[in-house]
Nanobody
Framework: QVRLVESGGESVQAGGSLRLSCKYS????????MTWFRQLPDKKREGVAA???????GYIEAVKGRFAISQDNTNNTLYLEMNNLEPEDTAMYYC?????????????????????WGQGTQVTVSS
């Protein structure tokens, strides 16, 4: 069982920056995807940035050049650096882990493949 705990969500103005953190318990899988999802009320969760065990990353077009995902395996923490935030980025953000997957497919992997989820952290961007 892997526990994930997000933090860092806040209310900011458009153009601002935030860094989300996701502290996780020890992962011993040989391969995995760790992904940041976001969700609006009554909408499906959308993967926005993903990283695999080897450090390969993937992003959706809407956040390329603005968001950066990284992982600190020493401290068991996943990060999402979010710059030049837009009102459209407003959502609940979740980190999630899917063992057994890797590579560029991580960000496109449907949320149903992710077995482990955090509780979410709210990001609100005002114009």
């Amino acid at each position: 069982q892997v526990r994930l705990v997000e933090s860092g969500g806040e209310s900011v103005q458009a153009g601002g920056s935030l860094r989300l953190s996701c502290k996780y318990s020890t992962i011993e899988w040989r391969s995995y995807c760790m992904t940041w999802f976001r969700q609006l009320p009554d909408k499906k969760r959308e993967g926005v940035a993903a990283i695999d065990r080897t450090g390969r990353t993937g992003y959706i077009e809407a956040v390329k050049g603005r968001f950066a995902i990284s992982q600190d395996n020493t401290n068991n923490t996943l990060y999402l650096e979010m710059n030049n935030l837009e009102p459209e980025d407003t959502a609940m953000y979740y980190c999630a882990a899917a063992p057994g997957y890797a590579g560029s497919r991580c960000v496109a992997l449907d949320s149903s493949y992710y077995n482990f989820w955090g509780q979410g952290t709210q990001v609100t961007v005002s114009s």
